[in-house]
């Protein structure tokens, strides 16, 4: 097995994956105790190799590996990959792409919503995967046989389920529906920290714009200490202290430690002092700094039978596409679609899916399809 822990062996084998179109990727991290994750391994593979790249090896230089998931020539294939593109974010600057996601694509046909790594394998190789080292204390020196073993498989059968599944959906003209799903994720606004941003993470409550303006003004607050100290947001405040903050808009640190969300003797902190400091700021200029709260859309009252209506016709539609429902219309554009119809502002009736399923959605909203039982049966048809 090729354990890659110095820069030349990195360097070596990323000019050697440059010659390929495809590169595999998959990572090993751990981020319990840490804002930020720990990348503990690097699996990587081409058409003719693979190998494990040790970023925590002594006096490594990753550059060589930057420039591989950074150069557009190369197409990076993972499996939900979200976290880790999260990881290389932070590691490139830059969001690397183009990027393949075979939970994506499994989704397009038919695995089922969020079709995990360990399904998709039994389902296209025929092999289960051994999750016994599934929970590893990943940045523990020196890893075993065992373990690595089971990191080096995450890209082998990536590397083995990709063909086909390129296949697959070009032969069912499905490429472009997954290429498509792949835009959002290069999206650098979802891989960034911004503390005047963290609010958003958190559920407005409340309209007014003192208790919006102090929920940010915390939210922003807790984002930097956990950023500067490189610990979960939780270690710093939980999100119940938030809410409780902004509620009661204390503007002393003795106010704020009578808080049942606030731990004790956390009023004896230099942190309790700029949070109050940040708190009083915020209200004092409440209308501008608050963040607006979201406009309440009143749904109509009478929609509840048209909604399991359309959830029937995405079923069935689905079904007989054989593709995960979840990625034709979800919750909310179900709800939407049965209150606004053609004027719902959805992905359901867009591009693709709208052939899938929503031009027959908004027929069945207009009495032009209809639901009726053939024998044991739920059959959509057109009518008129």
Request: proline share 5%; with cysteine; hydrophobic share 45%.
């Amino acid at each position: 097995m090729n354990i890659i822990t110095t820069t030349d062996a990195l360097r070596e084998y990323c000019d050697a994956a440059k010659a390929h179109e495809n590169l595999f990727i998959d990572t090993e991290f751990m981020r319990e105790t840490t804002f930020y994750s720990i990348l503990c391994l690097v699996q990587v593979a081409t058409a003719d190799s693979e190998a494990i790249i040790d970023p925590l090896a002594d006096g490594i230089d990753l550059t060589p590996l930057i420039e591989l998931l950074t150069d557009d020539s190369i197409m990076k294939i993972m499996h939900a990959a979200r976290q880790d593109m999260e990881i290389f974010y932070k590691m490139c600057d830059c969001v690397p792409a183009p990027i393949f996601d075979t939970q994506i694509a499994a989704m397009a046909l038919g695995f089922g919503d969020n079709a995990g790594y360990g399904a998709l394998v039994k389902g296209r190789l025929g092999i289960s995967l051994d999750k016994g080292a599934r929970f590893t204390d990943w940045a523990r020196r020196p890893l075993s046989e065992k373990q690595l073993s089971y990191a080096i498989a995450d890209v082998t059968h990536l590397r083995d389920l990709f063909p086909d599944l390129l296949q697959e959906l070009m032969d069912r003209e499905r490429l472009s529906w997954v290429m498509e799903e792949m835009l959002p994720q290069l999206d650098e606004s979802l891989y960034t920290f911004e503390p005047e941003e963290a609010w958003q993470r958190l559920k407005l409550r409340n309209p007014r714009k003192p208790y919006l303006a102090v929920l940010k003004a915390a939210a922003a607050w807790r984002e930097r200490q956990a950023i500067e100290k490189n610990v979960p947001r939780r270690r710093i405040l939980k999100d119940d202290a938030m809410y409780d903050l902004a509620q009661q808009k204390p503007r002393t640190i003795e106010a704020m430690s009578k808080l049942r969300g606030i731990p004790r003797g956390f009023e004896n902190s230099r942190s309790a002092k700029a949070l109050i400091e940040a708190i009083n700021v915020a209200l004092d200029n409440a209308d501008d700094y608050a963040p607006p709260y979201p406009k309440t859309q009143h749904m109509p009252s009478n929609i509840g039978a048209r909604v399991e209506m359309l959830r029937t016709l995405l079923r069935l539609r689905t079904e007989a596409k054989d593709i995960a429902p979840r990625l034709v219309a979800n919750a909310r554009d179900i709800e939407q679609l049965a209150a606004f119809g053609e004027d719902s502002d959805v992905a359901a009736i867009k591009s693709w899916r709208r052939k899938v399923f929503g031009q027959d959605a908004l027929d069945m909203l207009d009495g032009n399809i209809a639901l009726r039982l053939d024998g044991d049966e739920v059959v959509a048809e057109r009518i008129g």
